[in-house]
């Protein structure tokens, strides 16, 4: 279901600008120029409102977060969250990225993201529409180039069709799957999961959340 338009969404995207990365140029020469100091950097493509980036953020202050969302509206709500959570953050490590998975290799230099997350990417059910997936090999090649040696993918989803195919894309792009889950609440690899609305919504029903992580070399 498509998000209602947020009213004066893009003042209220201007509120929170200091939480808004906009010179992809400058974001391409140094990843990490918005931040104040440089730490590993992790990536998420397509923050929803922004749960998951803030819990992490919080979670791991060793490490800087971009959140990427391609939805303005839902960017907006995930900027505002961050603003509010702001304080309860002991470094100064999350931005925001408005823009398209698309565009990656336009806005991040080669081998300078150490982590990505993928959560509950629309499954584009379709098969016409299968080049879509985030996890669509040419997805996973773009992800190759901006990772560094040993770069690792966490993927998570409620859907199975999903994330067969994913695992399916992972073998054909010669990755690694270091583990995997079909009902990561109830399985070892539970510890420390930061979960998004999605997440808790579906997982709230009974639905089994699956999993994986992927090593990339």
């Given amino acids: 279901m498509r998000m209602r338009k947020k009213k004066h969404g893009a003042e209220r995207i201007a509120a929170c600008g200091a939480l ?32 998951f980036a803030c ?62 997350y ?3 990417s629309d499954p584009w059910p379709q098969n016409g529409y299968r080049k879509r997936r985030l996890t669509y090999r040419d997805f996973l090649e773009r992800y190759r180039t901006l990772l560094k040696e040993d770069g690792i993918l966490l993927f998570k989803t409620d859907n199975q069709g999903l994330f067969d195919f994913s695992l399916e894309e992972f073998a054909v792009c010669g990755l690694t799957v270091e583990w995997s889950s079909r009902d990561l609440h109830h399985s070892p690899y539970a ?20 999993a994986a992580q992927v090593r990339f070399s």
């Fill in 20 to 51: 808004l990365i906009d010179d992809t140029a400058r974001l391409f020469a140094d990843p990490q120029y918005a931040f104040p100091e440089h730490r590993p950097l992790a990536l998420e493509i397509g923050c929803g409102k922004g749960r």
């Fill in 118 to 120: 993928l959560n509950f």
């Fill in 191 to 210: 510890e420390g999961n930061v979960m998004t609305e999605y997440e808790e919504s579906f997982s709230s029903k009974g639905m089994p959340i699956c």
């Fill in 55 to 116: 819990g992490m953020a919080s979670a791991h202050p060793e490490m800087n977060f971009i959140a990427m969302e391609r939805v303005s509206d839902v960017a907006c709500i995930a900027l505002e969250k961050a603003m509010a959570q702001a304080e309860a953050r002991t470094t100064d490590n999350l931005r925001f990225l408005i823009g398209d998975a698309r565009n990656l290799s336009e806005w991040f230099a080669p081998h300078s993201v150490s982590v990505i």
